[in-house]
C-alpha cells in the first residue's frame, strides 16, 4: 500500500465522518423545529429544568414520608438529593419551596390551609389524604389556588408531580430561594 492509497482511505473514511455529522444535524434540527411547532419544546424544557434543579419538600409522618420518598426516587424522575423531608415542626422551613407534598392526616385541615395559603404563587402544592379524608368545604378552599392538586393514591403521586413540574414556572434564581 503507497501514501496515495492511505491517503484515498482517510479521505474516505473523514468524507463519511461528515456525511454522518451532516445528516445528524438535519435531524436534529428537523426534530428542533418539529418540537417547537408542536409547541412541546417549552414544557419540555421547563420539565427538564425541573427535574435537575427543583426540590421536592415532603411533609407527612415519618412512615408515610418514607414510602412517599421511596416511590418518588424508585420513579427515576427526581434525584434522591432533590428530596428533602420535612415535619410538622419544620413547616417555617418550606417558605421558598417550589414543589411541597402535604399529608393531610398528618397536619390536619388548618395546617394545609396555612401552609397553602402562605405558598408562592408558583409553587406546586400536593395534597396527599386517604380516600374520604378531605370533607367538601376543605377541598372547595383547596381549590381557590394555584397549582394544588390533591391525591388519594400513592400510584398517581408520581403523574401529579410530573403534571407540576411542567405546570409551574422556575427558574436558575429560584434555586437559591429553596431551603435545604
Known sequence: MNMEEIGHMVNNVLGLIGNACTAAMIVLAVGFVALSVMGLFRPAYRFGKGIAWKKVFIVADSNTRQELKSDVVRSGIIKKRNILEKTDGQISDLAGARLLVLEYGYLGADRVQEIV????????????????????????????????SVVNFRGRLVNEILLLLISTSFARKDVKNQEQ
Open 117 to 148: 395559603s402562605n405558598k408562592c404563587s408558583d409553587c406546586g402544592v400536593l395534597v396527599y389524604a386517604n380516600p374520604g379524608e378531605i370533607d367538601k368545604k376543605s377541598l372547595a378552599k383547596l381549590n381557590r389556588f394555584q397549582h394544588v
